[in-house]
């Protein structure tokens, strides 16, 4: 329960598949997580600001564990530089791509993702499980096996536009861990970037799950709240790491 609250927060199945469970991380995990993301911010490999094939640059500055994610700066198939509008080789269709490398900052190896991070997701999708209809793949004989995460830094004013998290070859649920200052998380659906959504204020130490129907459902941050972290957490913004199975 946050610091003056009245009633607690309760876990909520937000769509199909989607779950948010409040509070979720102990402040002893949040200051895991986030003494975990100053090191993996730190170069090579670190924090990077992202620029989109169209040119423009990310406002999020981002990193990833286990398997780089970013837009490509030539096709894997045919090797021409990628740009808009695309060429018609099938992979330049979609010009984002999982490789080893940062391909798109210093092409130095990807840092690993580590097994704990894994751990946690895993307890998060049986934590889902427990408040959702329809439950989602998680813990268990068939337990999947998170090996990706990609880390976001939002400073003051940046936000993320409605998006698909679609490059992962696994259906696995999606685990989303939140810590710093608040922030809306607006969860839409499968058919395209606009409505029907559900805004979610997403607090520091939320987690948030969507997998199943929901795995491939649009979503983004339009806003955060610049100073509302706790102020016992000593971070400055808003630090996202999303967990997923590639
Ligand atoms: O920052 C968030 O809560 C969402 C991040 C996200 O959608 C992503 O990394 O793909
Ligand atoms: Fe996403």
């Keep these: 329960m946050g610091v003056g609250e009245l009633f607690p927060r309760e876990p909520e199945e ?4 989607a779950a948010h469970l409040p509070d ?11 003494a975990a993301c100053r090191e993996w911010a730190k170069p090579p490999a670190g924090l990077r600001t992202v620029r989109l094939p169209g040119g423009k640059e990310m406002s999020v500055r981002q990193l990833s564990l286990g398997w780089h994610w970013g837009p490509v700066p030539s096709c894997p198939d045919c090797g021409q530089a990628v740009r808009q509008p695309p060429p018609s080789c099938a992979r330049h269709q979609y010009p984002y791509a999982y490789g080893p490398t940062v391909a798109d900052g210093g092409g130095e190896p990807v840092r690993p993702f580590p097994d704990w991070l894994g751990e946690w997701a895993r307890a998060a999708v049986d934590a ?14 068939c337990a999947v096996p998170y090996d990706i995460a990609l880390v976001n830094f939002y400073g003051d004013g940046a936000r993320m536009g409605m998006h698909r998290d679609s490059d992962e070859r696994s259906a696995a649920p999606v685990v989303s861990f939140s810590l710093g200052d608040s922030c809306v998380f607006r969860f839409g659906n499968t058919e395209g970037r606009g409505r029907p959504w559900r805004d979610v204020e997403l607090r520091s130490g939320d987690v948030f799950v969507f997998g199943g129907p929901a795995r491939l459902a649009y979503h983004g941050v339009p806003r955060t709240e610049p100073g509302s972290a706790p102020p016992a957490l000593g971070l400055r913004g808003r630090v996202n790491v999303t967990v997923r199975a590639y």
């Design 14 to 17: 937000v769509a199909v598949g």
């Design 24 to 34: 979720r991380l102990s402040w002893e995990e949040q200051h895991k997580l986030l």
């Design 128 to 141: 889902a499980n427990a408040v959702l209809r329809e439950p989602v793949a998680g813990a268990g004989p």
